[in-house]
């Protein structure tokens, strides 16, 4: 018996993957928008939770050190990964825009001529308590700070949204709003609308 739990206790890295459900949502939500991702989230964080305190006790109770060690390192490696994947650029909306930005180029094609500026919807299921916006301004103001924008730039967001409301975006949150804008392509940029004071 001894020497079976020996063998059996051995350092292991497929814990790591135990998260790739819950992470991997980010990942793929955008292709299923319509489905009920609060809901998933909360399911595979609960199944994924019940599972690893599981094993953990488990292996605990066996006395195998390893593999309780492992159940707490190999997740955190797997965050540390993802996290330098990240600042090289490779990331959920990184990659969701490379696979999709002709599409977006296209749209712009057959808009207006006159509208150097457009919004498409990015994420609208509130996950996080954020709205997503994607939005194309050949002038690149939108990334300047807030008020430093020009007066033809104001102008012309007004009247796009006097035009197109359900596509308005804007740099004046409400008190309980913030607003962040983060390059993601030439002249693309993604618009948060984040609501942490929102119930749930």
């Not at 330098?84 to 207006?112: H, M, N, W």
């Not at 993601?184 to 749930?200: K, N, R, T, V």
């Amino acid at each position: 018996m001894p020497e079976q739990i020996k063998s059996s206790d051995q350092f292991t890295w497929t814990y790591a993957l135990w998260l790739l459900p819950f992470l991997g949502a980010d990942w793929v939500y955008w292709l299923a928008p319509q489905w009920d991702w609060g809901t998933i989230d909360l399911i595979v964080f609960l199944v994924t939770l019940i599972a690893i305190a599981g094993s953990l006790c488990f292996n605990l109770v066996l006395r195998r050190w390893r593999r309780a060690l492992s159940l707490v390192t190999a997740p955190l490696l797997l965050l540390i990964c993802l996290h330098l994947l990240a600042a090289a650029g490779i990331a959920p909306d990184s990659v969701r825009f490379a696979l999709t930005r002709q599409a977006y180029l296209a749209e712009i094609k057959r808009s207006d001529v006159g509208h150097p500026f457009r919004t498409f919807v990015w994420d609208d299921t509130f996950r996080h308590k954020t709205y997503s916006t994607l939005v194309y301004d050949e002038s690149d103001e939108i990334a300047l700070p807030k008020g430093e924008q020009s007066a033809a730039w104001q102008q012309r967001l007004q009247t796009f949204c006097l035009e197109k409301k359900k596509e308005c975006v804007t740099l004046d949150p409400g008190p309980d709003n913030f607003i962040s804008v983060s390059k993601i392509g030439e002249h693309f940029y993604i618009l948060d609308d984040s609501l942490p004071a929102a119930f749930p």
